[in-house]
């Protein structure tokens, strides 16, 4: 992140800066940066913006402690607004909103895709240790299986009240179901096509 080619010059010393959080995408709120902010940024691993109504760099959360912890930062083709994606400690608005937007901020279903590239590296860069490169080395038959095990599972204790023993068996069946897509070599985005088609088509 210290390498980035920021072009500061283009508008006048200061670059907007889009804030989204890391798990579930959504966009929180808009800053503005200079180098000093930027440095700040990275070495405290904490959003530091410059603010131009009060003239100083500012801490998001300095004051009301919901801190905006830095997990990356991009720079867009024009070399002249940054990505930065975050953890966020609370709220993101003044207001108490989730976001300086009004929207509630509460998705994780983007974690499914961080899950996918870890899956894939497990298969690609295999380890003793690793639960799902020793599914990968059994074969699509024993991943099949698995997942086959966790649906029943997952059948039985929907028969019961207990929430918690569910959740962990839901997300048993979509783990293994996940490995099993990449086995067999079929992206997550193929299926959600299949889907898409037949909502489109009224089903």
Request: contains cysteine; charged residues 30%; hydrophobic residues 40%.
């Amino acid at each position: 992140m210290n390498n980035l080619n920021i072009d500061f010059d283009k508008v006048d010393g200061l670059v907007p800066a889009i804030i989204q959080d890391e798990v579930t995408g959504a966009v929180l709120m808009l800053g503005y940066m200079n180098q000093e902010s930027l440095d700040l940024t990275i070495s405290t691993q904490k959003v530091t913006f410059y603010s131009r109504t009060k003239q100083r760099l500012w801490t998001k959360g300095e004051t009301s402690g919901n801190f905006l912890m830095l997990k990356s930062i991009k720079l867009d083709c024009d070399k002249d607004t940054l990505l930065v994606r975050v953890n966020p400690v609370g709220p993101v608005c003044h207001k108490g909103d989730d976001t300086c937007f009004a929207e509630e901020n509460k998705s994780k279903t983007l974690f499914i895709d961080q899950l996918r590239e870890i899956i894939k590296d497990r298969k690609a860069n295999p380890t003793e240790k690793s639960y799902t490169a020793s599914l990968f080395a059994k074969g699509i038959n024993k991943i099949a299986q698995k997942v086959g095990e966790e649906a029943v599972e997952i059948v039985i204790e929907a028969k019961d009240d207990n929430k918690d023993l569910f959740l962990g068996e839901a997300a048993d069946l979509l783990f293994h179901y996940l490995i099993l897509l990449e086995a067999k070599e079929i992206e997550l985005d193929e299926v959600m096509e299949v889907l898409i088609k037949r909502h489109k088509g009224g089903k």
